[in-house]
Nanobody, 121 residues
């Protein structure tokens, strides 16, 4: 599976962004899809995950209630809608795919290159 993220950029605190991750190469609906992020000098952090059908989701505590993950299996794309952004959300955001994957990054087999989100105060 090849994954390509898009939609990152610079936004003011309180604003919104939507990230997209387009997948090619294998049957998209076979994979749980997750979003992770890594801020400068910090470890990679779980953000959100959606099951293969999109019927189940989970979120990291720091984004719960502000971010929403969704997927469109017809378009082979997973999305991350980010609202009420804070400066501490600044990071490179990665999408990842894994069969049976959930919160642990070790459960993912494929990773995108990442897209930078910068939130100014």
């Amino acid at each position: 599976v090849q994954l390509v993220e898009s939609g990152g950029g610079l936004v003011q605190a309180g604003g919104s962004l939507m990230l997209s991750c387009a997948a090619t190469g294998r049957t998209f609906s076979n994979y749980a899809m997750g979003w992770f992020r890594q801020a400068p000098g910090k470890e990679r952090e779980f953000v959100a995950v959606t099951s293969r059908s999109g019927s189940s989701t989970a979120y990291g505590d720091s984004v719960k209630g502000r971010f929403t993950i969704s997927r469109d299996n017809a378009k082979n794309t997973v999305y991350l809608q980010m609202n009420s952004l804070k400066p501490e959300d600044t990071a490179v955001y990665y999408c990842a795919a894994g069969i049976g994957a959930w919160r642990s990054e070790r459960s993912y087999d494929y990773w995108g290159q990442g897209t930078l989100v910068t939130v100014s105060s």
